[in-house]
């Protein structure tokens, strides 16, 4: 079974431009996560969708962040503009379903620098 | 709220050793989730193991084993003859049943295995 995919791997940005990150959960799996992780910290939800709805958005930036799923599949995040405490790995899971209990299965992140 | 402490932030053992990564948390609910996650270098999140707080049974897989003490609020992690393979970033992360709540990390204890 294929885990969750992420592209780019690694991006390099100059402050106020914006970027685009891209999401595939595991087959199947309805919930997906993003988070942001910076240097030194452990990973933190920005955002939470079931299906192609958002389940809780409560600390994604949204002056200059959003995300969408249209069909209930791939994911994007875009960030715009970004500013350099941005700079993060931002990781993407997925479960199959929407329990607290379930495991969440993360992708290889994809590693951000803003200049 | 929620709240999860590895005080290590860095271990280093030399290979054969044995390494016990410590991780208190804090929660008011009676029901919870404890989990474990392995971060090696490529940057993906690997799942290690979940815990149910109403399921206090210690777990053994390989050379692995966890004690879970609801006494102390303690989720502890060990490995047995420690391999440079092991050497890792390990997360500790609690969601709780009810209310609001989302998956918390602590901040991560880096273990380095040396030959």
């Known amino acids: 079974e294929a885990g969750v995919a992420q592209s780019p791997r690694y991006k390099i940005i100059e402050k106020r431009q914006s970027v685009a990150f891209w999401c595939n959960p595991i087959?199947?799996?309805?919930?997906l996560y993003w988070y942001q992780q910076i240097l030194g910290q452990g990973p933190k939800l920005l955002i939470q969708?079931?299906?192609?709805?958002?389940?809780?958005d409560s600390q994604l930036p949204k002056d200059r962040f959003s995300a969408e799923r249209l069909k209930g599949v791939d994911s994007t995040l875009k960030i715009q503009p970004a500013k350099l405490e941005d700079s993060a790995v931002y990781l993407c899971?997925?479960?199959?379903?929407?329990?607290?209990?379930?495991?969440?299965?993360f992708g290889p992140g994809t590693r951000l620098l803003v200049l | 709220a929620q709240k999860v402490t590895q005080a290590q932030t860095e271990i280093s053992v030399v290979e054969k050793e044995d390494v016990t990564l410590d991780c208190v948390y804090e929660?008011?609910?009676?029901?919870?989730?404890l989990f474990w996650y392995k971060q090696p270098p490529s940057g993906e999140l690997v799942f290690l193991i979940r815990r149910n707080s109403f399921d206090e049974q210690n777990e053994i897989s390989g050379r692995y084993s966890w004690n879970f003490q609801k006494s102390t609020s303690s989720f502890n992690f060990t490995i047995t003859a420690s391999q440079v393979v092991d050497s890792a970033v390990y997360f500790c992360a609690l969601r709780e049943n009810s209310g609001y709540s989302t998956l918390t990390f602590g901040k991560g204890t880096m273990l380095l295995v040396s030959p």
């Open positions: 087959s199947g799996h309805a919930t």
């Open positions: 969708f079931q299906n192609n709805g958002v389940v809780d």
């Open positions: 899971a997925s479960t199959n379903r929407a329990g607290r209990q379930e495991t969440q299965y």
């Open positions: 929660t008011r609910d009676t029901t919870y989730y």
